[in-house]
Each structure stands twice: as C-alpha cells, then as structure tokens.
C-alpha cells in the first residue's frame, strides 16, 4: 500500500491506523490487468491520447479509465501525461530552432543590406561593393567595430533590471569581427573604404598633439624663466605647464590603434576618457593574435586580458612593480576587426571546440567572390559622406541607455531561448564552437540591435524615433545578422575544420557551391564533375559526409547511399 497515495485520496487518521496490524508481511492482491498492460502498453495509450489531441476533460476520463485498468494511481499517470507533453514540445522547439538555424539554401543567400540597413546607408554601401567587385559583407565586418569603437560605452541596452544596477544585465556596442577569405579578395579594400573617415579625423588629432607638445616645451621654458612670484601668481593660467598640458592638450583621442603589440593596445585604452571606445582593426588577425605574449614565452595574461575585454567595459588593470607602468581602466570598450586567410585558421583555431572561447567572441563572415569580379564598373560611388555623418553624430553622441519596447522583449527572450536550446543541442552533438557561439548569442543579438538602432537613429529623417526604446523590427533585423553568423561559423567548420583536412579543403566550397546549386548530388556526379581536380570517390563521399552538419534537420536534406539531397525550406 502507497501510504502517500492513501492519505492523497482522503484517508483519515483513524482509518489509517485502523489499518495498522503488528505483522509485518501483508499480502497484496495482485493489480487487475497489470499483466496485460506492461510499461510499453501505458506508455502506447498515452501516446495515443497525445496524438489524439484530445481535450483536457477527455484526456482526464481517458487516464481515469487507464488507473481502473492497472489499479496505478491517476495522478501518476496524470504526471507521466505531462512529462510525455513536455518531451514532445521539447523536441518540436528543437526542430522549429534547426529549421531556423540550418537552413541550408538560406545560408548560401547572399546578405541584402537593404532588409538589414537604413536605406542611404545600404544603397551607399552596395555602390561601393559593385565598383570595388566585393561581396557587401566585407564592409559589414568592419563598419560593426567602427560603430563600437565610435559610440563606447557611451549606449547601453538594458537587458534585464536587478534589484541594484549591479545586478543589471546591460549590453554596450562591442563588436569583434573576422573577415575569412583569400588574399587580394576585398579584405584590404573594404577596411580602407570603411575607415577612412576615422582614419582622417586621426591623423588630424595626431598632428594636434604634435603641434601641441612642440608648443608645450615652448611653454615649459618660458614658465622656468619666471621668477617664484610670478609663478605662484600664473599658477591657474595657461602660462602653468601642468595646465597647459591638461586643458589646452587634453587627453589624446586615440580612435584606431594600427598593429600594436598586446602591452601598447591595454595602455592606449587605459589613456582614454571614461566610457570612450578604442578601435583595433588590423590587416591580419593571425599575427595579433598569435603575438599576444609572445616576448613573454606565453607566461603572460594578454589573452586572458583581452578575453575578458569582449564582455563589457574594461574595468581594474594591471599593477605592476613599477607603479608608472601600471595600467587602469575606466570603463573604456574594445571594438576589433581584421582579416584573415582560410589557411590560418587551423593554427589559430580548434574549430570544433573553441577551447577559451575566443573563437564564438568573433562575428565570422566568409565573404564570396562575386561572379562579375573581372568586369569594369563605369559607376560613381558616394560612401564617404554618407560614413562621415554616420560617425560625426556617433562620436557626438551623448549617455544614453535604451530598453526593448514590450513586444521586442517578448522577441527577445524567445530568441534567447532558442539560442541556449541550440547550445545544448550542438554541445551533445561535440560542437563546441558553435555551442559557444549560440551560448554568447543572446549577448551577440543584444549588441547587434543596439547597433542597428544606433544607425537607424542617425538615418531617421522624421525625428520620430524613439532612441531610449528599441522596436521588434530592429531586433528582427539583429536576428538576421545573428543567424547568419551562426551559419557562417558552421560552414567555416565544414570548409577548414580539422574533420575536413585530407578531403581536399581547397576544392570543398567549389563542390558546396555545387551541390547547392543543384540541390542534389551523388559521389559519382562529383567525381565526373570535378575529375580535372582528380576527385577519388573516397575523398568524394567523405566531403559529403563533411557537408551533411549542415543539413541534418529532418526536411531540409538527406545524406545516405552516397546521395545528397537539399530541398529549399521556406523561412
């Protein structure tokens, strides 16, 4: 007897202890039907019922007939129902988020700035892709830091209120992007179209300190050859060095900081105003990243430094012994970008398990080579002043923080639970990087609607926009750039990863491009296709097997008997 259960159905105390013999061995009469209705059987008639969609009031009479049958108490399978339930929408949710996240016909898209990006922004950006024959994204990987580095933490987002604004979860506009392709592809291209009004406005405020300095020794000279009395009576004036120095000098605005080394970027940083933004956009990622405490033999913390730089404002420092070569920050951001080729991502990276997470900090993006990339353009293109009022009303932006308007938050937290689904998903799976990537997703898509919102402000020419309340439309374009990134992570995984090597890596975006394009492909089809590139049939069902990650959701594709099949999914 189930005392619990007794006492459940309303048993009284005194029936209870009516019931109690001093025997200990009491025989229980066997449960009617219990053995013609085993596990499986029970568990059949609740899938049925599940199937059935029936209403609560029948599934109610139906578990009832079912406890009547096998004498097991009804709210036990009552709760066997719900788990059963529960399972099932589990599992649609899963399906619904790989629909979304592995759709591989999408991916292969190209991305439209004009469903992501204001208008004159978009149309100004794809002029100049055509005219330099570059895939747009190359100048999205470094128009996102330069929007970062431009606002600091300036703008937030609040995410999440807490009881004290140390418990907030707020968001600022960090962006770290990496530009995988060839060289001479565009990299080099779209981060001088990208940056040169900045670069501009640097090397004015370079030459103002220049000149500035020049004037303060100046300055020095004559303040030494006054008299003590003459000195205390200019100690307030602009005849003081000390003030000279501090308010006609000032702090030197360090927008870009070029190729340092990991020791000069952390002070550039610490030199800064609070809450300013710092920008590192270099031509190749592999060398900065791979010189972080390289004179140190790798005993330094650089990269723990510059980890922890990615997930907010820098805050502390570093003491040193020498206390005029320690380093403190105050609420300063990092913004970084650069390139980098295929070829080095092995040496950098474990693409499959991101070990320390710097992999899933980055926006990936595989830009492609366009097919009209040998043909002249006779066009005009009109990017920099476009660029140049998009960051003068950045840089002059002042504190401000915004929220997601109420249906925007309700988005938002679906999304958010989406990504931590498929997180779990491909951490089961051994994906570690993507894993991470979705695992950073709700912080990634956070920083991405701020920063579409900060563009749109800018671009909106009604003056109707609210700046402090961020709209479902914006985050849905932040979805957007944040799937794709995701998908770009996955087939950056499919093209280079370590399962990849020794199945012709160069040649496996051709066979992708492909089989894409013809939805449907078999190893012999490749072999005949791509015989000139000596494509054994071998090498041929293992780059299948290599492609099927990404089309491993029921419905979106099919791999088996050396056959591939893609089949468009509808968004």
Not at 137 to 164: D, K, Y
Not at 212 to 225: I, M, S, T
Not at 448 to 465: M, R, S, Y
Request: with cysteine; charged share 30%; hydrophobic share 40%.
């Amino acid at each position: 007897m189930d005392l619990a259960d007794w006492i459940q159905d309303g048993a009284t105390r005194e029936q209870i202890l009516a019931a109690v013999e001093e025997r200990r061995d009491v025989a229980v009469p066997p449960n009617p039907g219990s053995e013609e209705l085993n596990s499986p059987a029970i568990d059949q008639r609740i899938d049925d019922l599940l199937d059935g969609d029936a209403s609560p009031e029948a599934v109610a009479v139906e578990l009832q007939k079912l406890a009547d049958e096998t004498a097991i108490p009804f709210h036990h399978l009552y709760r066997l129902f719900q788990e059963r339930q529960e399972a099932r929408d589990r599992q649609e949710l899963l399906r619904r988020d790989s629909d979304d996240l592995l759709d591989v016909i999408q991916h292969d898209q190209p991305l439209d700035l004009n469903t992501i990006l204001p208008e004159p922004l978009a149309k100004a950006l794809t002029m100049k892709a055509d005219a330099a024959r570059i895939d747009p994204v190359h100048l999205i990987q470094f128009l996102l830091p330069c929007v970062g580095l431009l606002v600091g933490a300036r703008a937030s987002i609040l995410i999440q209120g807490g009881e004290t604004s140390d418990d907030h979860w707020i968001e600022h506009p960090i962006f770290w992007t990496m530009d995988v392709a060839p060289p001479s592809t565009g990299k080099s291209i779209a981060e001088e179209a990208i940056t040169k009004p900045i670069r501009r406005w640097q090397k004015e405020e370079d030459e103002r300190i220049k000149l500035a300095k020049k004037e303060l020794r100046k300055v020095r000279r004559q303040w030494d050859a006054l008299s003590p009395d003459e000195q205390k009576a200019k100690a307030e004036t602009a005849e003081n060095p000390e003030v000279y120095e501090e308010e006609v000098i000032g702090a030197h605005r360090k927008y870009l900081v070029s190729n340092p080394t990991s020791e000069a970027l952390f002070r550039r940083i610490s030199e800064q105003q609070p809450q300013s933004g710092v920008g590192c956009l270099v031509d190749e990622l592999f060398g900065f990243f791979t010189g972080l405490d390289q004179h140190k033999k790798g005993l330094g913390n650089s990269r723990q430094t510059l980890l922890s730089a990615w997930n907010g404002v820098v805050r502390d420092g570093s003491e040193r012994v020498d206390a005029e070569a320690s380093i403190f920050f105050d609420d300063q951001t990092l913004s970084l970008g650069g390139g980098i080729q295929p070829g080095l991502m092995e040496k950098l990276f474990n693409l499959e398990k991101d070990a320390d997470g710097l992999l899933s900090r980055m926006l990936i993006a595989l830009p492609k080579i366009p097919d009209n990339f040998d043909q002249p353009y006779h066009g005009t293109v009109n990017l920099y002043p476009v660029l140049e009022n998009l960051y003068t009303c950045l840089d002059h932006i002042e504190s401000c923080q915004a929220v997601f308007s109420n249906a925007a938050k309700k988005r938002f937290d679906v999304l958010h639970s989406k990504l931590k689904r498929a997180q779990v998903r491909h951490l089961t799976e051994g994906n570690g990087a993507v894993a991470a990537l979705c695992g950073k997703g709700g912080k990634h898509l956070a920083r991405l609607a701020l920063g579409l919102h900060l563009i749109e402000w800018v671009f909106d020419g009604t003056g109707d926009l609210d700046f402090q309340e961020i709209q479902v439309e914006t985050l849905e374009r932040a979805k957007e750039l944040m799937y794709f990134y995701v998908r770009q992570l996955i087939k950056l995984q499919t093209y280079y990863g370590a399962s990849s090597q020794d199945k012709k890596p160069d040649l496996q975006p051709k066979i992708y491009e492909y089989v894409a394009s013809k939805r449907e492909a078999t190893v012999r089809s490749l072999c005949k296709r791509f015989s000139r590139e000596k494509l054994t049939t071998k090498q041929a069902w293992e780059i299948l097997q290599a492609m099927s990650r990404l089309i491993e959701v029921q419905g979106d594709g099919a791999i088996g008997d050396r056959v591939i099949k893609i089949r468009k999914v509808e968004a």
